[in-house]
T-cell receptor, first 114, second 113 residues
Framework: EAQVTQNPRYLITVTGKKLTVTCSQN?????MSWYRQDPGLGLRQIYY???????DKGDVPEGYKVSRKEKRNFPLILESPSPNQTSLYFC?????????????FGPGTRLTVL | KQEVTQIPAALSVPEGENLVLNCSFT??????LQWFRQDPGKGLTSLLL?????REQTSGRLNASLDKSSGRSTLYIAASQPGDSATYLC????????????FGQGTILTVHP
């Protein structure tokens, strides 16, 4: 089944404790992206990757890191999480002939930073 | 900076009505525009994608149009059903970077029997 998977689905952590949220897709998509969704602010792009070893900042990259060493995986790293990073996080992927095509979203990761 | 606005923020209609959701974008250098559906507590599901060279796309009861000159897209839902109740979001791809997607805040649609 074609899908985007995220792990964990739910995470409660404390300020400053490094964490990684994994994202994997099995559709051989070039493009992958991370978003956060907050009430009143909607969905905002954190980072995106047009292909392996090619990443770029979205609108809200501060406090996050990403890497794209393999085509199927695009982990999101929070080196020192803070309470303002409490949010619902989504990973998405798509083909990218010239630009991202139809986006396929993962189920989301609900992160709480205490 | 790209901005995407959706009107109305919420809409409640009786079953069977035809309805229109609106999406406005400020950046004319659009590459494509996508419409998504989000059910409570779930991820987003893509409904339609319109390339900048196209004017509309159709899928079943859904029709999306794109007018680059006015910076507007509409999603038309025919013969609405209670199962259509969800949040509908539009997203613009393009502008300063092909990889950037900018989402609107969404329209919460409720279709009551």
């Amino acid at each position: 089944e074609a899908q985007v998977t995220q792990n964990p689905r739910y995470l409660i952590t404390v300020t400053g404790k490094k964490l990684t949220v994994t994202c994997s897709q099995n559709m051989n998509h070039e493009y992958m992206s991370w978003y956060r969704q907050d009430p009143g602010l909607g969905l905002r792009q954190i980072y995106y990757s047009m292909n392996v070893e090619v990443t770029d900042k979205g609108d809200v990259p501060e406090g996050y890191k990403v890497s794209r060493k393999e085509k199927r995986n695009f982990p999101l790293i929070l080196e020192s999480p803070s309470p303002n990073q409490t949010s619902l996080y989504f990973c998405a992927s798509s083909f990218a002939g010239g630009a991202p095509d139809t986006q396929y979203f993962g189920p989301g990761t609900r992160l709480t930073v205490l | 900076k790209q901005e995407v606005t959706q009107i109305p923020a919420a809409l409640s209609v009786p079953e069977g009505e035809n309805l229109v959701l609106n999406c406005s974008f400020t950046d004319s250098a659009i590459y494509n525009l996508q419409w998504f559906r989000q059910d409570p507590g779930k991820g987003l599901t893509s409904l339609l994608l319109i390339q900048s060279s196209q004017r509309e796309q159709t899928s079943g009861r859904l029709n999306a149009s794109l007018d680059k000159s006015s910076g507007r897209s509409t999603l038309y839902i025919a013969a609405s059903q209670p199962g259509d109740s969800a949040t509908y979001l539009c997203a613009q791809t393009g502008g300063t970077s092909y990889g950037k997607l900018t989402f609107g805040q969404g329209t919460i649609l409720t279709v009551h029997p």
